[in-house]
């Protein structure tokens, strides 16, 4: 027998038996997990993650010594402080400071996108604690670029970081684009930094340079920072490109001169560590398009991220060789379109661009629409017109439709139900993935450096210490595989979590502190006021449901008056389980006899008794587990000729 279930239940009030099914909460946490253990997990993250890496000096012990503290004040103004709040074990939601005596400076202010095993929840934010109590040190905001990973905060997270941002020009176009929407009442200081210039800004105790890097969009940069224990580089996200679509290539020289100089530190981009190779680049896909878009008959609806512009700018050119129209549909393609051509970024042919309104009455053969929706979201252009919801574009039997992005995780099943509509509905789809069986070419590239990349990159900047970052805990592992490949010591290296804080001096480097860290929740308008304990049940109702008991008591004697009403939504309908529904009037009716009539009423604590007796119930019928809501309601039933009627009742 479980040990938990033969464990004897402590007696309470006018109960006097032991319950046979095991104690009540115990009971439910074992059903919610075997409903959902994903939901479990989300509410018992322990306080130091599971850390057992060959790295970080550890000899594959968990780092048990590694406990929240507050840093002693003499080692804080001799030693650089590294922290990620964000990024590491997880794709998204970029954020990482450093801190040296009374300074700190904060390195991207990013989001994720939920899962399903967060409903209703829009997004995700780094907790900021730390740096809220600390926030009288923060100098600065730099800003790597401006996809939403490593910007998507900003109009949450900068109100709280009262001190100057630091981008490229488009990275901070982007930002002030970002943030526009939440109209905040003091708007941030902003300062452009040209990467090609070299120029140098002092922030507090740090030297700053941004270097130019490859990316998907432009002006994307590695941070370069000067301390007065050694140089530090955050690579941002990166790729060699020799040839980029847009903008200058890659400043490797500058990078190599740096290496020269020394460093210290390097928080490299372990996005696709465990990928072997080296990252195609993006021009490389430019002869499917024309491919594609000389064997379409109809029209072309093409779809990728909105802020992927260096793909853009290729799908745009290959609409201009096959003498086709232009539409951009979706209001992030609108509005990331329009700011790169006002910046001069976008280059689009004059008279090219129709509204897509106006579009629908060009000749198939004559239109391209470039939209959102890549990656199967269900309220995306894409998927409104694979459904027939948009208000311009439905598909036709003659589209051909042309996903350039790779889904990414948890939009598999998602974009494949796209796919599925789109074909029913007697559309070509050309993706990435089904080159071979389509007869296409390359319809997508990383963005991110692949193993060799960082290995080359390794070996030109040659740090005396590296640390993996922006990427799970298996790319951060692949990444410190590489710079032991490439000339780094394994003792100094370090796979660390959200919260650790890296200590530095000019020769050592050690881990043994940790800071508040983890997941702030946006829900709508609300930040923060999402709870694990509100995922938690929010999963409990998508499973199995709500049952709420209505029990009116009398308000001297506690005797139960009438029959207990009970409201179903999601678990049973009421008429066709009149059985069940007998069953629980008669076992709330026993609940009411069993308690001590002799005592004061304390109807909170039967409340919770009577959960558990209905939900074990409903378990041992139905194997089921809905959310159980008693509500006790007392009346003074001497002064009322009428019983209360009761709930309404599905």
């Given at each position: 027998?479980?040990?938990?279930?033969?464990?004897?239940?402590?007696?309470?009030?006018?109960?006097?038996?032991?319950?046979?099914?095991?104690?009540?909460?115990?009971?439910?946490?074992?059903?919610?997990?075997?409903?959902?253990?994903?939901?479990?997990?989300?509410?018992?993250?322990?306080?130091?993650?599971?850390?057992?890496?060959?790295?970080?000096?550890?000899?594959?012990?968990?780092?048990?010594?590694?406990?929240?503290?507050?840093?002693?004040?003499?080692?804080?103004?001799?030693?650089?402080?590294?922290?990620?709040?964000?990024?590491?074990?997880?794709?998204?939601?970029?954020?990482?400071?450093?801190?040296?005596?009374?300074?700190?400076?904060?390195?991207?202010?990013?989001?994720?996108?939920?899962?399903?095993?967060?409903?209703?929840?829009?997004?995700?934010?780094?907790?900021?604690?730390?740096?809220?109590?600390?926030?009288?040190?923060?100098?600065?905001?730099?800003?790597?670029?401006?996809?939403?990973?490593?910007?998507?905060?900003?109009?949450?997270?900068?109100?709280?970081?009262?001190?100057?941002?630091?981008?490229?020009?488009?990275?901070?176009?982007?930002?002030?684009?970002?943030?526009?929407?939440?109209?905040?009442?003091?708007?941030?200081?902003?300062?452009?930094?040209?990467?090609?210039?070299?120029?140098?800004?002092?922030?507090?105790?740090?030297?700053?340079?941004?270097?130019?890097?490859?990316?998907?969009?432009?002006?994307?940069?590695?941070?370069?920072?000067?301390?007065?224990?050694?140089?530090?580089?955050?690579?941002?996200?990166?790729?060699?490109?020799?040839?980029?679509?847009?903008?200058?290539?890659?400043?490797?020289?500058?990078?190599?001169?740096?290496?020269?100089?020394?460093?210290?530190?390097?928080?490299?981009?372990?996005?696709?560590?465990?990928?072997?190779?080296?990252?195609?680049?993006?021009?490389?896909?430019?002869?499917?398009?024309?491919?594609?878009?000389?064997?379409?008959?109809?029209?072309?609806?093409?779809?990728?991220?909105?802020?992927?512009?260096?793909?853009?700018?290729?799908?745009?050119?290959?609409?201009?060789?096959?003498?086709?129209?232009?539409?951009?549909?979706?209001?992030?393609?609108?509005?990331?379109?329009?700011?790169g051509v006002k910046l001069g970024y976008i280059k689009v042919p004059p008279g090219m661009i129709t509204r897509?309104?106006?579009?629908?009455?060009?000749?198939?053969?004559?239109?391209?629409?470039?939209?959102?929706?890549?990656?199967?979201?269900?309220?995306?252009?894409?998927?409104?017109?694979?459904?027939?919801?948009?208000?311009?574009?439905?598909?036709?039997?003659?589209?051909?439709?042309?996903?350039?992005?790779?889904?990414?995780?948890?939009?598999?099943?998602?974009?494949?139900?796209?796919?599925?509509?789109?074909?029913?509905?007697?559309?070509?789809?050309?993706?990435?993935?089904?080159?071979?069986?389509?007869?296409?070419?390359?319809?997508?590239?990383?963005?991110?450096?692949?193993?060799?990349?960082?290995?080359?990159?390794?070996?030109?900047?040659?740090?005396?210490?590296?640390?993996?970052?922006?990427?799970?805990?298996?790319?951060?592992?692949?990444?410190?595989?590489?710079?032991?490949?490439?000339?780094?010591?394994?003792?100094?290296?370090?796979?660390?979590?959200?919260?650790?804080?890296?200590?530095?001096?000019?020769?050592?480097?050690?881990?043994?502190?940790?800071?508040?860290?983890?997941?702030?929740?946006?829900?709508?308008?609300?930040?923060?006021?999402?709870?694990?304990?509100?995922?938690?049940?929010?999963?409990?109702?998508?499973?199995?449901?709500?049952?709420?008991?209505?029990?009116?008591?009398?308000?001297?004697?506690?005797?139960?008056?009438?029959?207990?009403?009970?409201?179903?939504?999601?678990?049973?309908?009421?008429?066709?389980?009149?059985?069940?529904?007998?069953?629980?009037?008669?076992?709330?009716?026993?609940?009411?006899?069993?308690?001590?009539?002799?005592?004061?009423?304390?109807?909170?604590?039967?409340?919770?008794?009577?959960?558990?007796?209905?939900?074990?119930?409903?378990?041992?019928?139905?194997?089921?587990?809905?959310?159980?809501?008693?509500?006790?309601?007392?009346?003074?039933?001497?002064?009322?000729?009428?019983?209360?009627?009761?709930?309404?009742?599905?």
């Amino acid at each position: 027998m479980d040990k938990e279930t033969s464990k004897p239940q402590p007696k309470t009030a006018g109960d006097q038996r032991r319950r046979p099914n095991g104690n009540g909460s115990a009971k439910n946490r074992r059903r919610q997990q075997q409903a959902n253990p994903m939901a479990v997990r989300l509410m018992n993250q322990p306080a130091i993650p599971v850390n057992k890496s060959q790295f970080n000096g550890a000899s594959g012990e968990q780092r048990t010594q590694v406990k929240s503290r507050v840093a002693n004040q003499a080692d804080s103004q001799t030693r650089l402080r590294v922290m990620s709040l964000g990024g590491l074990g997880e794709i998204g939601k970029n954020m990482t400071a450093l801190e040296y005596g009374d300074d700190i400076i904060v390195l991207d202010v990013g989001s994720k996108f939920a899962d399903e095993n967060q409903p209703g929840v829009d997004h995700l934010i780094p907790d900021i604690t730390y740096l809220e109590k600390n926030k009288h040190k923060i100098k600065g905001v730099i800003i790597t670029h401006g996809h939403m990973d490593h910007i998507g905060g900003a109009g949450y997270l900068l109100p709280k970081l009262p001190a100057p941002i630091y981008g490229s020009r488009f990275t901070i176009a982007m930002l002030e684009k970002q943030i526009e929407e939440f109209k905040l009442q003091v708007q941030p200081r902003f300062t452009i930094m040209d990467p090609d210039k070299h120029e140098r800004v002092q922030i507090g105790a740090f030297n700053i340079e941004l270097v130019r890097v490859g990316h998907s969009i432009p002006d994307a940069t590695a941070v370069v920072i000067r301390t007065p224990v050694g140089t530090v580089i955050d690579t941002g996200d990166w790729r060699f490109e020799p040839n980029p679509i847009i903008g200058p290539p890659m400043d490797i020289d500058r990078l190599r001169e740096i290496g020269d100089e020394g460093v210290l530190l390097l928080l490299g981009d372990s996005t696709n560590a465990a990928r072997a190779g080296q990252t195609p680049e993006e021009h490389l896909i430019a002869p499917t398009f024309d491919d594609l878009f000389d064997r379409a008959n109809g029209r072309i609806i093409i779809s990728t991220f909105a802020s992927s512009v260096n793909r853009v700018q290729l799908i745009i050119n290959a609409a201009e060789k096959a003498g086709r129209k232009l539409a951009f549909v979706g209001r992030s393609m609108l509005a990331n379109v329009e700011l790169g051509v006002k910046l001069g970024y976008i280059k689009v042919p004059p008279g090219m661009i129709t509204r897509v309104q106006d579009g629908v009455k060009q000749e198939g053969d004559k239109m391209v629409i470039l939209c959102t929706g890549s990656q199967g979201e269900v309220n995306a252009a894409l998927s409104r017109m694979a459904t027939g919801d948009h208000p311009h574009v439905k598909i036709k039997s003659n589209d051909t439709v042309i996903l350039t992005s790779n889904p990414i995780g948890g939009n598999i099943v998602q974009v494949g139900d796209l796919v599925d509509q789109l074909m029913r509905e007697g559309a070509k789809v050309y993706q990435a993935g089904t080159q071979a069986i389509d007869g296409s070419g390359m319809l997508h590239t990383s963005g991110h450096a692949f193993r060799d990349d960082i290995g080359e990159l390794i070996s030109i900047i040659r740090p005396k210490f590296l640390m993996p970052i922006h990427g799970t805990f298996a790319m951060q592992t692949r990444h410190a595989e590489v710079g032991i490949e490439n000339g780094v010591k394994k003792e100094n290296i370090f796979v660390l979590d959200i919260g650790d804080v890296l200590e530095l001096t000019a020769d050592k480097a050690e881990c043994k502190e940790r800071v508040p860290s983890g997941v702030v929740f946006v829900d709508g308008a609300g930040v923060g006021d999402v709870e694990n304990l509100v995922l938690r049940d929010r999963m409990t109702l998508g499973s199995d449901g709500m049952v709420v008991v209505v029990a009116v008591v009398d308000k001297r004697s506690g005797r139960l008056l009438g029959s207990p009403d009970i409201i179903s939504r999601g678990f049973v309908h009421m008429k066709e389980s009149e059985e069940l529904i007998g069953r629980m009037r008669q076992e709330i009716r026993k609940s009411f006899e069993r308690r001590d009539k002799g005592r004061p009423a304390d109807w909170q604590r039967f409340k919770l008794q009577l959960r558990d007796e209905v939900s074990d119930l409903l378990y041992a019928k139905t194997k089921r587990s809905p959310m159980v809501l008693p509500v006790v309601h007392e009346v003074d039933s001497r002064s009322s000729k009428n019983q209360p009627s009761g709930a309404p009742q599905q």
